[in-house]
């Protein structure tokens, strides 16, 4: 069996060199897009959290890669400009050889940004906790 990556780096150093090269390209545009967001292994994919809270994770398989908004609403609500990508609920798959475009990466990225706080209550996605008197 082998061992289950722990990092993003770990997790890259396991997929084809096309798929690297994708996926490396993908990071780049997520942490420039939200650079606050931390990076861990999450469900055996490579995913970004801020505040806390999951933001979105990409991952490979065996005939393409995948951008996970972790959100069916953010990728409904995107769907016009995801025409050209094969979807479902909460993922978008890509062939290495077409990555997605940065402008569009940076949107779904702004978006989860937003749904996050929004559903957290604050700017910074999280509710307040209430003392009691």
């Known amino acids: 069996m082998a061992v289950k990556p722990t990092t993003i780096d ?3 150093a396991g997929v084809t060199p096309e798929q690297r090269a994708a996926l490396e390209k993908l990071r780049k545009m997520i942490q ?3 650079p606050k967001a931390e990076e861990y292994i ?3 994919l490579a995913a970004f959290k801020l505040d ?3 933001l979105v994770a990409f991952g490979a398989a ?3 890669c995948a951008f996970f908004p972790m959100s069916g609403a953010t990728v409904a609500g995107h769907a016009s400009d995801l025409e050209d990508y094969d979807t479902s609920k909460g993922t978008i ?3 290495t050889e ?3 475009p940065a402008a569009l990466v940076r949107k779904l990225v702004k978006a989860r940004i937003a749904e996050n706080a929004k559903r957290g209550g604050g700017a910074n996605g999280r509710k307040k906790a209430r003392r009691k008197k």
């Open 98 to 100: 077409k990555p997605l």
């Open 32 to 34: 420039r897009a939200a």
């Open 62 to 64: 065996a005939k393409h």
């Open 93 to 95: 798959r890509f062939p």
């Open 42 to 44: 999450g469900y055996g």
């Open 52 to 54: 806390g809270r999951p």
């Open 10 to 12: 770990a997790y890259l």
